[in-house]
Nanobody
Framework: QGRLVESGGGSVQAGGSLRLSCAVS????????MGWFRQAPGKEREGVAT???????RYADSVQGRFTISRDNAKNTLYLQMNNLKPEDTAMYYC????????????????????WGQGTQVTVSS
């Protein structure tokens, strides 16, 4: 059974930065597409950024230019560098993995992803 374990969340002021990590075990990591999603209270889980097995990335419009997703296949770890954080970025952030091909248009849909971590909380104050 594979595991996804997020870390790096915390509380920052607007304009600050955080780096999230997702340690992956039990999967052949390099064969999996990976993604970051977030869910704020009372809202649906939304896609933030994804990276596929060829390192092709996709970002939600709301984070484009501020967040950077990356993966280290040697360390079986996924990262999300978040800069210029805004209060609206406050949410629980989840790491996701899937080994199935995906349409570009569906990459940021939570329903396209099979495996999930438990999440790490990010809180941005104004």
């Amino acid at each position: 059974q594979g595991r996804l374990v997020e870390s790096g969340g915390g509380s920052v002021q607007a304009g600050g930065s955080l780096r999230l990590s997702c340690a992956v075990s039990g999967y052949t990591y390099s064969h999996y597409c990976m993604g970051w999603f977030r869910q704020a209270p009372g809202k649906e889980r939304e896609g933030v950024a994804t990276i596929d097995t060829r390192f092709v990335v996709r970002y939600a419009d709301s984070v484009q230019g501020r967040f950077t997703i990356s993966r280290d296949n040697a360390k079986n770890t996924l990262y999300l560098q978040m800069n210029n954080l805004k209060p609206e970025d406050t949410a629980m952030y989840y790491c996701a993995a899937d080994d199935r091909p995906k349409l570009w248009s569906l990459l940021l849909s939570q329903y396209e992803w099979k495996y999930w971590g438990q999440g790490t909380q990010v809180t941005v104050s104004s």
